[in-house]
């Protein structure tokens, strides 16, 4: 079987270009990334979902090669540039995959744009409540280092990631050093949005059939994963073995496989 070759394009909008990848024909499936991550996450996971439908990863507003928000930053702001990247498509109705931050913004676009939602799938993607909110206050950023002249800020970052990732990929390590370098003057503007969006009041909101995703070695959101499909009426649950917070680039078979067992 000959590989299915994945196209760059950007797509106009009212606000700036976004950034996005494509693959494969079909129903349109639109993979969302985590943050300070861009389409890449998903560089792997794109040839496999192209052999069944038309998936597309975009880069989230903010990050990638996406345009720069003017504002603050915020899970609302990205999700309407979602909306923005499927008005620009002619794309009426999409299945939404988001991995961490990028599930986080498919909640809000299920939820505030129901129609536009076929189906919902949320990867590792953690149930911030007012609880984990008040924790979250304390938590130091992770990915947020001063920079040094002699660049030993690369080696701080990458030892920070280090403990989430498997020890024998430092392949994966460098692709998130690469895309964080891109937005480095901001690089946390994910991360502080997902701390103060109230998502306990939005989840409830979704009516697509939604698949809640996650790694079992995902100390983020593998315990935060009853929660969230409790509270998302008719969900159901899948579980990756050995998944990691980078389970997307980790495991690229295995989950394509759990996302098109779902989508049908």
């Known amino acids: 079987?000959?590989?299915?070759?994945?196209?760059?394009?950007?797509?106009?909008?009212?606000?700036?270009?976004?950034?996005?990848?494509?693959?494969?024909?079909?129903?349109?499936?639109?993979?969302?990334?985590?943050?300070?991550?861009?389409?890449?996450?998903?560089?792997?996971?794109?040839?496999?979902?192209?052999?069944?439908?038309?998936?597309?990863?975009?880069?989230?507003?903010?990050?990638?090669?996406?345009?720069?928000?003017?504002?603050?930053?915020?899970?609302?702001?990205?999700?309407?540039?979602?909306?923005?990247?499927?008005?620009?498509?002619?794309?009426?109705?999409?299945?939404?995959?988001?991995?961490?931050?990028?599930?986080?913004?498919?909640?809000?676009?299920?939820?505030?744009?129901?129609?536009?939602?076929?189906?919902?799938?949320?990867?590792?993607?953690?149930?911030?409540?007012?609880?984990?909110?008040?924790?979250?206050?304390?938590?130091?950023?992770?990915?947020?280092?001063?920079?040094?002249p002699d660049g030993s800020h690369l080696t701080e970052l990458w030892r920070r990631r280090m403990p989430f990732y498997p020890k024998s990929r430092p392949d994966l390590l460098r692709r998130f050093v690469l895309d964080a370098l891109k937005v480095w003057d901001d690089v946390e503007a994910g991360h502080r949005a997902v701390n103060t969006y109230r998502m306990e009041e939005r989840v409830p909101l979704i009516k697509a059939p939604t698949l809640v995703l996650a790694g079992t070695e995902d100390p983020f959101s593998y315990p935060r994963m009853k929660p969230l499909s409790e509270h998302i009426p008719g969900s159901k649950t899948a579980e990756i073995q050995g998944g990691m917070v980078p389970m997307v680039d980790q495991m690229p078979e295995e989950f394509a496989k759990a996302v098109m067992d779902f989508l049908g």
């Open 1 to 148: 079987m000959s590989p299915i070759p994945i196209r760059l394009n950007y797509a106009d909008t009212p606000e700036g270009q976004i950034h996005y990848a494509e693959a494969g024909q079909g129903k349109p499936v639109l993979l969302l990334h985590q943050t300070p991550r861009s389409w890449d996450e998903y560089r792997d996971v794109l040839p496999i979902l192209g052999r069944k439908v038309h998936v597309l990863a975009m880069d989230t507003i903010g990050f990638g090669d996406s345009y720069r928000l003017k504002g603050v930053a915020s899970i609302e702001v990205f999700a309407r540039g979602v909306i923005q990247l499927m008005d620009a498509l002619r794309i009426r109705q999409a299945s939404i995959v988001g991995h961490h931050t990028g599930g986080v913004v498919a909640v809000e676009v299920a939820a505030a744009y129901p129609d536009r939602v076929e189906k919902l799938v949320l990867s590792s993607t953690p149930y911030v409540d007012a609880e984990d909110r008040e924790r979250r206050k304390t938590r130091p950023p992770i990915d947020e280092v001063e920079e040094k």
